[in-house]
């Protein structure tokens, strides 16, 4: 599966604390492998679809990881509940 990183997402990931970005990767790379079949489906990682081809998983407590998924992966925006429903208002 490819996937690609939209400057917003990159924009949102460098404002974040080293201690935060390692558990956006570790979410990230979680996620890829239960995509590519490698792995199961964390529970935690709490996969939830907004709606239509955008979908959210956890990375930690406070951020959400926001991707479109259709045949690859985009991931759009990190940040809390809040910030992720502000973003997805023009979608």
Known sequence: MQYE????????????SSSRQK????AIDSFMKYVDGEAELPHGLGLKNWHGDYWEIRAGLKDRILFEFTDEIVFLFVGNHDEIKNFMKDK
Not at 5 to 16: G, I, T
Not at 23 to 26: D, E, S
């Open 5 to 16: 990183f939209k400057a917003s997402f990159d924009r949102r990931f460098k404002k974040l």
């Open 23 to 26: 558990k956006v990767y570790q």
